[in-house]
């Protein structure tokens, strides 16, 4: 099994910046492919950004992209959302989730094995 706690949430003003952490315990040799992704009140869960286990590769959604920044340090287990330039719609419960394998599906939440319990972002305009 692989637990998942994520940390950085809070409320910031429109523009500011978060950094999102996710720390991973456990079978930590499932964590190779780390995402995340948001869920807003009454939406679907959408990806937010995705990164390989060497960070050789990353992917953001269209959305986000040129303003949030995926990174892992894997000697702490942890990945990294740094967002910066936040609008209001970027509020939304964020969690981290990891599987094993990169593939096409990894925009596709049910794809990942593990999940954290997310962290609350809220910014005000």
């Known amino acids: 099994q692989v637990q998942l706690v994520e940390s950085g949430g809070g409320l910031v003003q429109a523009g500011g910046s978060l950094r999102l952490s996710c720390a991973a315990s456990?079978?930590?040799?499932?964590?190779?492919?780390m995402g995340w992704f948001r869920q807003a009140p009454g939406k679907e869960r959408e990806f937010v950004a995705v990164?390989?286990?060497?960070?050789?590769?990353?992917y953001y959604a269209d959305s986000v992209k040129g303003r949030f920044t995926i990174s892992r340090d894997n000697a702490k287990n942890t990945v990294y959302l740094q967002m910066n330039s936040l609008k209001p719609e970027d509020s939304a419960d964020y969690y981290c989730?990891?599987?094993?394998?990169?593939?096409?599906?990894?925009?596709?939440?049910?794809?990942?094995?593990?999940w954290g319990q997310g962290t609350q972002v809220t910014v005000s305009s």
């Open positions: 990164i390989t286990w060497s960070g050789a590769r990353t």
């Open positions: 456990g079978r930590t040799f499932g964590t190779n492919i």
């Open positions: 989730a990891a599987k094993m394998a990169f593939d096409g599906d990894y925009r596709i939440y049910n794809t990942y094995n593990y």
